[in-house]
DNA sequence: GATGAATGAGTATTCATTCAT
DNA sequence: TATGAATGAATACTCATTCAT
C-alpha cells in the first residue's frame, strides 16, 4: 500500500479493478452494478478506485478499448499472417466458433450490448461506439473486398451488406444465447450461418 | 354492489398508463425512466398507476405481453389466410422489411433489447422471456416445416437452425439500427439477408 | 402526512422547513449544514423536504427572497406614511438600531454574508444577489433625492455614495457584531454612524 | 547530526505552499478550495504539505497570521515615521484607497471575510480572530487619542466607536466591491467616507 | 378509485488526512 | 524529508413504493 510506486504497480492495481468491475458488471448488469459493489469485490477501496478512473463510465469504456484493442489487434496480426481469403475467413470464423464454451462468454455479451444500448442515450460515449462498430465493419469487409481482388469471391458480393450481416448475426445470436444458455444450440446455428455465407461468398 | 366503474372503464385506463409507460420507456430507456415521468406523461396519478401495476417491472411485463400477444396472434391470423410457403415467408419478411421507416422503431427496439437484458438477471422474468423466444421462433420454424412437408422447400433445410439465424439476424439488424440509424443501411442489408435465407431454402 | 392536501397545509409545511434550514445554517453555517442536519433537525423526510426545493441553494434562495420581500415592501409600507426625509431616515435608522437584540441577528447576518461570498462563484446565484443589493441600495438612494428636490438635505450630498456607505456600514457593523458579540459595542457604534451621516446630510 | 535541510530552506518551502495556498483560497474560495489544487497549483506533495501545516485550517490560520503581522507591523513602523495626526491618518486613508485596483483584492477579501464566518464556529480560531480585530481597532484608536491629547483632533470625538466605523465602512466597502466589482465605484465610495470621517474629526 | 405527499435506502462522487516506501 | 496511493466517512440528490385522505 505504497506511494512512490513502479508503473507495473499500477498496472496491476489498474488491471485488477477492471477484472473487478467486469465480474460486478456481469453478474449485475452494467447500470445496476454499484461502485459498492465493486469497492467489496475487490476489496480495494472507493477513493483508490477514484484514483484510477474518472467515473463508472469510465470503467467500463477502459474495460471496452482494452478489450476491443486487444482482439482487433491480435486479429489484424493472424490475419496478416494468412494470404488466402478463405484461410481469413475460416480464421474469423473459427473464433467466435466455440465463444459459448467461455464461461463468462454469456454475461460479456450481455454487459456489452446493455453499455451499447446505455450509451446511445449519452452524447460523449456515443461516436466512441459508433468507431468501435466501423472498426469491426471494415476487418471483415476489407477482406471480402481483398478476396474479390483477387478473385477469391464472387465480384457480384456486396461487401459491405455481407459484413454488416456477419456482425449483425454474431451479436444476435450471442444475445439469444446470453439468454437461453444451454438451450440455445449456439454451435449448430453458428455453423448453419457460416455455410449461408460462405455460399453466398461462392468462394474458391 | 355492483362495481362503481366499469371494466371498459379500468381497460382504458390501464391502456392509456401502457401507452405512456412504453413512449417514457422508448424516450429515455427502461431503466432511466421514472415512474414520475410516467405520471407527467400520462397525467395519471401515481397512486392510480399503482392501482393498476404491482410495480415497474409489472408495467413493462405488461407491455411486452400484450405487444408480443398482439404481435403472434395477428401473424397467426395473416399466416393462415395464406397457403404457399413461399408467400407465408414473404408475409414474415415483407413485415420486418420497412421497420425502420417507423418512428418509434429504433426506441422500441432499444427498450425491448434493455428488458430482455434486466430480465436475465431476474428469476420471475427469466422464464417469460424465454416462453417469448420459443413462440417467435417456432412460428418461423412451423412454416417451414410445412413448407419441407408440402415439398415447397428442399428438405435438406434445418429448420430450427434457420428459425433461429431469422430472429438472431432481426435482433441483431434492429440492434445495429438502433444504434447507428441512418448511418445503417437498413433495407439493403435486410435484403441481402433474405436473399441469403431464400437461397438456402431453394424454395420452389 | 395527506395527499390532496390544503394549500395552507403545504404552506406550513415549506415554513416549517424553511424554519429548520434557516436554524441549521445559522448553526454551521451554509456550507456546512447538510441536508441530513435539517433533516434531523424539522423531522421531515429527505424525499419531502426535496418535494419542496429543488436544491440546497434553492432552500437559501427562498429564505432570502422572503426576508428581504417582507423587509422592503414593509419599508416601502412605512414610508409612504412618513412625508419628510427626516422622519424617513429616522425609520430606517430606528429599524437596524436594535437589531443586535433580536436572537439570531448575529446567525442571520453570517449566513446572509456567507452565501454572499458562495454565490460569487456561482454564475446563477450571482445575479439575484446583485439585483437584491441594487432593492436596497435604490430604497435609501430614493429617500435622499427626494429630500434634496423638495430642499430638505442639502443639495450637494452624493447621494449615490452615501446610499452605499449606509449598506456597507450596515454589513460592516453588522459583520463584526456578528464576530465579537458583546464584545462589541453595537448600539453605540450605531449611534456615531447616525450621526456622521446627518451631519453630513445637513438635514432641515 | 545536523540537520538535513537548512532551516532557509524549510522557510521558502512554507512560504511556498502559503502562496500557492492562498491563490488557491482566492480563486476558489477556501471551503471549496482543495489540498489537491494546492498541490497541483504548487507543484509541492501532499505528503510534504502536511509536514509542514497540520491542517487546512492551520494553512489558513498561518495565511492570515503572515498577512496580518506584516500589515500591522509594517503600518506600525510607518505611522513612526509620523508626527502630525493628520499625515498619520492621511497615510492610513491613502493605503486603502487604491486597494480595488490590486487584481487580488477582490478575491482576498472574499477569502479573508469567508474564513472570519468560518472561524466563528470554531472556538480555537475564534480567539485569534479576535486579537486582530482588536489589534487593528487600536492601531486607529492610538491615533485619534494621541491627536485629542496633542489637541489635533476635537476633543469630543469617541475615539474607539470611530475606530470602529472605520474599519466596518473598509469591510463593508470592500465586501460589496468583492461581490459587484466594476459595478462598484469604489473610490468615490472611499472618499466620501474620508470625507465623511474627517468632517466629523474637525482636524486641525 | 384517485390522489400525491411522504418515505428512506440507495447512488456516484469527493476530499482531508494518513502512512508505507 | 518527500512522495502520492490509499482510505472511507461524508455529501447532495433520486425514486420506487406506500398510504392517509
Request: hydrophobic share 35%.
Amino acid at each position: 500500500m505504497p506511494p512512490v510506486v513502479s508503473d507495473k504497480y499500477k498496472q496491476e492495481k489498474k488491471a485488477a479493478i477492471l477484472k473487478s468491475a467486469f465480474e460486478c458488471f456481469a453478474e449485475k448488469g452494467f447500470q445496476v452494478a454499484t461502485i459498492d459493489d465493486i469497492v467489496a469485490h475487490s476489496k480495494i477501496s472507493k477513493g483508490a478506485i477514484y484514483n484510477y478512473f474518472s467515473s463508472k463510465d469510465d470503467i467500463y469504456l477502459e474495460l471496452m478499448n482494452q478489450h476491443t484493442n486487444e482482439n482487433i489487434s491480435n486479429l489484424k496480426v493472424e490475419l496478416e499472417k494468412l494470404s488466402c481469403t478463405k484461410d481469413k475467413l475460416d480464421y474469423i470464423f473459427q473464433l467466435y466458433s466455440q465463444l459459448n464454451e467461455q464461461p463468462q462468454f454469456a454475461n460479456s455479451t450481455r454487459v456489452h450490448i446493455e453499455f451499447w444500448l446505455y450509451s446511445t442515450r449519452k452524447e460523449d460515449l456515443r461516436d466512441l461506439m459508433l468507431d468501435r462498430y466501423e472498426m469491426y465493419k471494415t476487418l471483415f469487409n476489407t477482406i471480402l473486398v481483398e478476396g474479390i481482388k483477387k478473385g477469391e469471391i464472387s465480384s457480384s458480393v456486396h461487401t459491405d451488406e455481407i459484413a454488416q450481416i456477419f456482425w449483425g448475426l454474431i451479436d444476435g445470436i450471442s444475445l439469444h444465447y446470453s439468454m437461453l444458455l444451454d438451450k440455445y444450440p449456439y454451435k449448430q446455428v453458428y455453423n448453419e450461418m457460416k455455410e449461408l455465407i460462405y455460399t453466398k461468398l461462392d468462394m474458391k
